[in-house]
């Protein structure tokens, strides 16, 4: 076989994989969707979907263009043509990086269409308007039902101090609603960020700022964790 005819089976046995990878997501999308529009107040059966799928996709292509690139290194050495191995092998190793990319993405906007699905469901479930009563007194109380810490909040009739604890399933939007927010806004950032430092700093910042953003109960926690993050000696 002739390098120009080696170069073109291994084009097209990796452009083959490349269309499997595609494949797999575009089928999942519909009972991804049926998953989803299933979901309460967590989303914790699309990370086991998902998981499932990477491992479909992503771990086992690559596997497969492992073992399609050994099946060309012994034909490379029955040619006897100059070849540039180096060359033909980071094909694939550029394909691996884009099927983790790609999958990276897939899994973030499956993730947030989760978290929409989440909050619309937190939503329909919390009265806002129901009236939050001081123990002692019965006076109204003016509480924020979107918390996500116990608060202690000063009747202004008695001046007696109540406990409020927020609803479980507002506290557990942290995790299920608007970090997968987060993360969907800062996506790009977060993939630049595994080659390139000054992406990753800025993957952080807009990721935290989110976080700060949309619950400004635990601003202070979140704003410590962005400065351990981004003051890290890897970044310096
Ligand atoms: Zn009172």
């Given at each position: 076989?002739?390098?120009?005819?080696?170069?073109?089976?291994?084009?097209?046995?990796?452009?083959?994989?490349?269309?499997?990878?595609?494949?797999?997501?575009t089928?999942t999308d519909s009972?991804?969707?049926?998953?989803?529009?299933?979901?309460?107040?967590?989303?914790?059966?699309?990370?086991?979907?998902?998981?499932?799928?990477?491992?479909?996709?992503?771990?086992?292509?690559?596997?497969?263009?492992?073992?399609?690139?050994?099946?060309?290194?012994?034909?490379?050495?029955?040619?006897?043509?100059?070849?540039?191995?180096?060359?033909?092998?980071?094909?694939?190793?550029?394909?691996?990086?884009?099927?983790?990319?790609?999958?990276?993405?897939?899994?973030?906007?499956?993730?947030?269409?989760?978290?929409?699905?989440?909050?619309?469901?937190?939503?329909?479930?919390?009265?806002?308007?129901?009236?939050?009563?001081?123990?002692?007194?019965?006076?109204?109380?003016?509480?924020?039902?979107?918390?996500?810490?116990?608060?202690?909040?000063?009747?202004?009739?008695?001046?007696?101090?109540?406990?409020?604890?927020?609803?479980?399933?507002?506290?557990?939007?942290?995790?299920?609603?608007?970090?997968?927010?987060?993360?969907?806004?800062?996506?790009?950032?977060?993939?630049?960020?595994?080659?390139?430092?000054?992406?990753?700093?800025?993957?952080?910042?807009?990721?935290?700022?989110?976080?700060?953003?949309?619950?400004?109960?635990?601003?202070?926690?979140?704003?410590?964790?962005?400065?351990?993050?981004?003051?890290?000696?890897?970044?310096?």
């Amino acid at each position: 076989m002739s390098s120009g005819q080696l170069t073109q089976r291994w084009d097209t046995f990796l452009g083959k994989l490349k269309d499997r990878f595609n494949d797999i997501l575009t089928q999942t999308d519909s009972p991804l969707d049926e998953i989803i529009s299933g979901l309460q107040f967590d989303t914790v059966p699309i990370h086991n979907v998902l998981n499932g799928l990477k491992y479909q996709t992503v771990e086992q292509l690559s596997q497969k263009g492992e073992e399609g690139w050994s099946k060309m290194q012994a034909e490379l050495i029955k040619s006897i043509q100059v070849f540039s191995q180096g060359a033909e092998y980071s094909k694939l190793t550029r394909f691996i990086g884009w099927m983790n990319d790609e999958f990276m993405r897939f899994e973030v906007k499956t993730y947030a269409k989760a978290a929409r699905k989440v909050l619309e469901n937190v939503k329909s479930h919390i009265d806002e308007k129901k009236i939050h009563r001081c123990t002692q007194c019965a006076g109204e109380l003016n509480i924020n039902v979107y918390s996500f810490n116990a608060i202690n909040i000063k009747c202004e009739s008695c001046g007696s101090v109540n406990t409020y604890q927020p609803d479980d399933r507002i506290r557990a939007m942290e995790y299920y609603v608007i970090n997968h927010l987060a993360e969907e806004q800062a996506i790009e950032e977060k993939i630049r960020g595994q080659r390139d430092k000054s992406a990753m700093k800025e993957y952080y910042r807009k990721y935290y700022g989110f976080m700060m953003e949309n619950i400004p109960d635990k601003k202070e926690l979140y704003e410590r964790d962005l400065n351990e993050r981004i003051n890290n000696p890897f970044f310096s």
